[in-house]
């Protein structure tokens, strides 16, 4: 399984982002794909998670009503919706896979098989 994670960059406080994840390599009913960041400074956090089959997710606290994942099936990628950004959001995000997780568990970041490349999101104020 490969992830490849892209879209970050360099946007003003309020302004929007989406990343990307393609992932290739084997098919994804049973995965949990996951965005997480890492702040200089700060511990790895779940961002947001979807269920492959489902459609099923979660979102961390800070992020509710401003960011949105999604999948789509046909293109096999992940998605991170991020709108009415802050300089709170900061960080390198990575997108992950991991099969068999329970939703209690979709926020472990040591579950996850399958991690892509991080991608920087820097936010200005």
């Known amino acids: 399984v490969q992830l490849q994670a892209y879209g970050g960059g360099l946007v003003q406080a309020g302004g929007s982002l989406r990343l990307s994840c393609a992932a290739s390599?084997?098919?994804?009913?049973?995965?949990?794909m996951g965005w997480f960041r890492q702040a200089p400074g700060k511990e790895r956090e779940a961002v947001a998670t979807?269920?492959?089959?489902?459609?099923?997710?979660y979102y961390a606290d800070s992020v509710k009503g401003r960011f949105t994942i999604s999948r789509d099936n046909a293109k096999r990628t992940a998605y991170l919706q991020m709108d009415s950004l802050t300089p709170e959001d900061t960080a390198i995000y990575h997108c992950?896979?991991?099969?068999?997780?329970?939703?209690?568990?979709?926020?472990?970041?040591?579950?996850?098989?399958?991690w892509g490349q991080g991608t920087q999101v820097t936010v200005s104020s």
């Open positions: 992950a896979a991991g099969a068999g997780l329970i939703s209690s568990s979709e926020t472990m970041a040591r579950l996850y098989q399958y």
């Open positions: 390599g084997r098919t994804f009913n049973k995965f949990t």
């Open positions: 979807i269920r492959w089959s489902s459609g099923n997710t």
